[in-house]
């Protein structure tokens, strides 16, 4: 049987490659990467957040091609349940489902005006009221998860298909510098510390290209 694979963009500024990756590597999942160049004109349409719909990350295993970020997470959740990116319990499932599309579907001022950048480091990041509204979502989310089902991870003792979403908005807090209560900082330090993440961030720094765009100073 072929090795399954995973089409990924840039690590540095990639959001949605960073969870499909998440997941896969999360689920267990033996899989080779396929990375699109910076220059890939759907590649930077995704990044840059212009193409109309997301196709990367795409993943194909067992002859079954699998992509945007949510659909990826269904199919692994459903072929490798022993991982656990999904509860047990049928309403934390419905919890975690519903936190995952809110990530999926919403957010779009803090994307838009916090791009994802491994690389940069901004100090003094002036936020506005959109972006705001935003962040203080997140909190509520992270703050009645970690509540309700005991941490350290969202949804319990292990990482789920939630943490995988929310993966990328600890990258962002770190580059922009968003202050945090003691509880939601020390799960952003926890997701950022997983080797998993620790692998994604070397890598990320090692990226020959930079799109300008995305690396404006602010």
């Not at 349409?45 to 990350?57: D, G, T």
């Not at 659909?71 to 490798?80: D, G, K, N, S």
């Not at 972006?131 to 009645?144: C, F, G, K, N």
């Amino acid at each position: 049987m072929p090795k399954a694979t995973l089409t990924i963009t840039s690590k540095n500024y990639g959001a949605w490659s960073l969870r499909g990756w998440l997941l896969c590597k999360f689920a267990g999942l033996d899989f080779d990467e396929v990375v699109l160049e910076n220059g890939d004109p759907a590649a930077r349409a995704e990044l840059l957040l212009l193409a109309p719909s997301f196709r990367v990350p795409c993943l194909i295993a067992d002859d079954v091609e699998v992509w945007d970020t949510v659909a990826i997470a269904e199919y692994l959740a459903e072929t490798h349940p022993a991982a656990g990116l999904l509860p047990s319990d049928a309403a934390a499932r419905a919890h975690c489902r519903s936190v995952c599309g809110e990530m999926h579907s919403g957010f779009t001022n803090l994307r838009s005006a916090l791009p994802m950048n491994i690389r940069a480091k901004h100090e003094d990041f002036k936020v506005w009221s959109g972006v705001s509204a935003d962040i203080d979502r997140i909190i509520v989310i992270w703050t009645e998860c970690l509540n309700e089902y005991g941490g350290p991870y969202l949804f319990g003792s292990t990482p789920s298909m939630a943490d995988a979403m929310f993966a990328p908005v600890c990258c962002r807090f770190h580059t922009y510098g968003i202050q945090l209560d003691e509880k939601l900082s020390a799960y952003c330090d926890r997701m950022l510390a997983l080797p998993e993440m620790q692998e994604w961030v070397a890598a990320a720094e090692q990226e020959p290209d930079a799109i300008e765009e995305l690396d404006a100073e602010f």
